[in-house]
């Protein structure tokens, strides 16, 4: 069985935590996702043991001594299809590293994820859903797509980032790895922070300001210097709305809003109206 690739920089002791999150992830081009899990809060997630990345090198569970992973597509057509014995391979390798079942056997807290177009789109509401999981296995397609039989024999789940073409999975895999790492427990160090994250709540985010007070004539807030720590949360709630409202309007129908944020929807709303109208709101 051919061993994992490494991750450059990987810890090389760890602290002791229960169950961590595993991600393994399946690719012909190890070199494209390696360099990025050594960095940044995806380390020091790895470091402490709060997440475990392993990557697997589909072309290292090729049968043929050419170590072919694609090949012509039945019945013609542009480009090569990515075969499906060296993926299936591979996963089986991914979940006996994991102690788990084989891939064909559906086990719980274990999703085969399908990086492909074709799939559902990510979320923040799915990043949430995947941190819960034990075992995430990322295949990453290539070419022309997987054999089709990748998706019957072992694939639970197929995720899409977005409506534009990439030349492969990999990257879309690096975006669920790092969107799904940081919401485990412990890896951003406070849970407020993963919390009031854009598309958290359902919003975007607030403004954010930091030092110095003024720059180029751009001030920051009053508010956010005035140590009222209650008129903050109003003033950033009102941000988030108005940003959502303005930018992303269709975020608010799943959004969860008390009372309070429709009398500022309702406000904003009001405004607008007033603008539209020729009205000077005494801005």
Known sequence: MA???????????????????????????????????????????????????????????????????????YGGGPGMVMRPEPIVAAAEAACAGAGGPPPEDRAAGREVILLTPAGEPFTQATARELSG?????????????????????????????????????????????????????????GEESAAEESFSGGLLEYPQYTRPREFRGLKVPDVLLSGHHEQVRRWRRRQSLARTWQRRPELLAQAALTAEDEAILAELRRDESRREGGEDLGE
Request: proline share 7%.
């Open 3 to 73: 061993a994992a690739c490494p991750v450059e920089g990987e810890a090389k002791t760890r602290e002791p935590v229960s169950a961590p999150l595993r991600i393994s992830i399946l690719t012909v081009f190890p070199e494209m996702v390696g360099p990025p899990l050594a960095e940044s809060i995806l380390k020091r997630a790895r470091d402490r043991g709060l997440v475990e990345i392993e990557v697997l090198n589909i072309r290292d569970f090729a049968a043929d001594r050419h170590k072919s992973t694609d090949d012509y597509p």
């Open 133 to 189: 999981m034990s075992h995430l296995i990322l295949v990453c397609g290539h070419y022309e797509g997987v054999d089709e039989r990748v998706r019957e024999l072992i694939v639970t789940r197929e995720v899409s980032i977005g409506d534009y073409v990439l030349t492969g999975g990999e990257l879309p895999a690096l975006v669920v790895t790092d969107a799904v790492a940081r919401l485990v427990p412990g890896v951003l160090g």
